[in-house]
């Protein structure tokens, strides 16, 4: 996922940027209001979501996210030290998907930026909302979660579920364990290899496509597109 961080502190942006990208994120950082707002032209830029700081050198970061709700549909996590209740109902109403207080909890971060992207329909690369994915005869249905092999149902765990669906979003594309464990389950590595084991053995058998899901020794998985 591309995600817009807008932080004026280049110490912090530097911190959170270096985890962002270990959990497999693709990081822009804006030091301010005014190159946030370039960076999302046109309609978004392909963002999956923004981290906006409300303390910026040129502009209220209150005045950025209705500018950035005017212009795109991007997910926006306000991150600030401002904690009370008015402040939190003002990002709100100004079209924020969330509202993070500094100082905060890294997992507690990924999870809220996993939880809104959820939230948002994934966009194709034309700008259109994508309700599905047909990989050669595998064929998954995003909304209605709905998952067929050559026009037969297969039914899943939501678990297995999510986890192909995030692999078949870029097919080819190689998954660091720990990125898959984060985004499917929002924990951390520690103690769950061997449930993201069984889930992708679990796949293979109920898809009966052995082949479709490769492992990448000492790295992660990848799904490879299966033949129509």
């Known amino acids: 996922m591309r995600l817009l961080l807008v932080e004026d502190d280049n110490h912090v942006a530097a911190a959170l940027s270096a985890v962002l990208t270990r959990h497999g994120f693709d990081v822009t950082h804006a030091r301010s209001g005014e190159e946030a707002l370039r960076a999302l032209v046109p309609e ?17 970061g209150y005045e ?11 997910p926006v996590i306000m991150v600030t030290a401002r904690a009370d209740v008015r402040s939190r109902i003002h990002g709100l109403n100004l079209g924020a998907d969330d509202y993070v207080v500094k100082p905060y909890d890294t997992g507690e971060l990924l999870a809220r930026i996993h939880a809104v992207s959820r939230r948002t329909p994934h966009l194709d690369d034309t700008g259109a909302t994508e309700t599905a994915l047909r990989l050669g005869a595998v064929h998954i249905e995003l909304l209605t979660r709905r998952v067929s092999v050559g026009g037969s149902a297969v039914q899943l ?7 192909l669906a995030l692999l078949a979003q870029r097919p080819g594309v190689v998954f660091r364990r720990e990125q898959i464990i984060s985004e499917v389950w929002q924990t951390s590595w520690e103690g769950t290899g061997r449930t993201l084991e069984v889930h992708v053995a679990s796949l293979r058998s109920k898809l009966r496509l052995p ?18």
Do not use: H, M, S, W
Request: include cysteine; hydrophobic fraction near 40%.
């Open 157 to 163: 765990t939501r678990k297995e579920f999510d986890l």
């Open 44 to 60: 978004g830029d392909g963002f999956g979501v923004v981290l906006l700081d409300l303390g910026l050198p040129d502009q209220d």
């Open 211 to 228: 082949a479709l899901i490769e492992t990448v020794r000492g790295v992660g998985y990848r799904l490879v597109a299966p033949a129509a």
């Open 64 to 74: 950025v996210c209705g500018k950035i709700r005017k212009r795109t549909n991007t």
